[in-house]
């Protein structure tokens, strides 16, 4: 079954709003998730590592005010796009690892498809 | 640094015939492989992984891998391709804990087939 679910899978809004997205945990706690933008018919870009109880860790180039993370609990981090522009249209997809060791499999929502008009 | 190559950005195959999408990587150390698929709007979901032992590792929809070390290479491969395996192909490549904030990811193969 599932393991993580994103929400939404899709959503357009207008310049300038700000759009949440949700990635949850089903199965079992996960104090680390991780944040995906992917272009299309591109690999996907590891945007910032997302941390229960404490500041999310961004990679070089995404701007931390633009993208928000919050990881309040160990089975839901948020994404929040804020004053969205037609750039930031993209692929958006959260993952997660079972923390199980050396080679573990990661796991992914099934993505959210933002449009900017 | 770790890098993940898929040379062919495209792969069409005829249904019934066998597949392979390529994938070479470059890593310090042992690495951790993985193949995962992606169909349209939709997230990854993981095929198979090479940690260690065999080197033909067999994973989800009779897809299998071949990890050879001496040409770096991981490809993915299955004896009968089915058109319902058209979709986007990723080979990443992992090291340390296996956490996917270490995964590198290859820019992915467009499989097509045909019927």
């Known amino acids: 079954g599932a393991v993580v679910s994103q929400h939404p899978s899709w959503v357009i809004c207008k310049s300038g709003t700000s759009v949440k997205i949700e990635c949850r945990s089903l199965d079992f706690q996960a104090t680390t998730m991780f944040w995906y933008r992917q272009f299309p018919k591109q690999s996907l870009m590891l945007m910032a590592t997302?941390?229960?109880?404490?500041?999310?860790?961004?990679e070089q180039g995404v701007e931390k005010d633009k993208f928000l993370i919050n990881h309040a609990s160990l089975t839901l981090s948020t994404l929040t796009v804020t004053s969205a522009h037609p750039e930031d249209s993209s692929f958006y997809i959260c993952?997660?690892?079972?923390?199980?060791?050396?080679?573990?499999?990661?796991?992914f929502g099934q993505g959210t498809r933002l449009t900017v008009v | 640094a770790q890098s993940v190559a898929q040379p062919e950005d495209q792969v069409n195959v005829a249904e019934g015939n066998p597949l392979t999408v390529k994938c070479t990587y470059s890593v310090s150390g042992n690495p951790y492989l993985f193949w995962y698929v992606q169909y349209p709007n939709r997230g990854l979901q993981f095929l198979l992984k090479?940690?260690?032992?065999?080197?033909l590792v067999k994973g989800s929809y009779g897809f299998e891998a071949e990890f050879n070390k001496s040409q770096t290479s991981f490809h993915l491969k299955k004896p009968s391709a089915l058109v319902s395996d058209s979709a986007l192909y990723f080979c990443?490549?992992?090291?340390?804990?296996?956490?996917?904030?270490?995964?590198?990811f290859g820019s992915g193969t467009q499989l097509t087939v045909l019927p």
């Open positions: 090479y940690i260690t032992g065999d080197n």
């Open positions: 997302s941390n229960e109880g404490s500041k999310a860790t961004y």
């Open positions: 990443a490549v992992g090291q340390g804990t296996g956490s996917a904030r270490q995964l590198t």
């Open positions: 993952s997660l690892d079972r923390g199980k060791g050396v080679g573990t499999e990661a796991f």
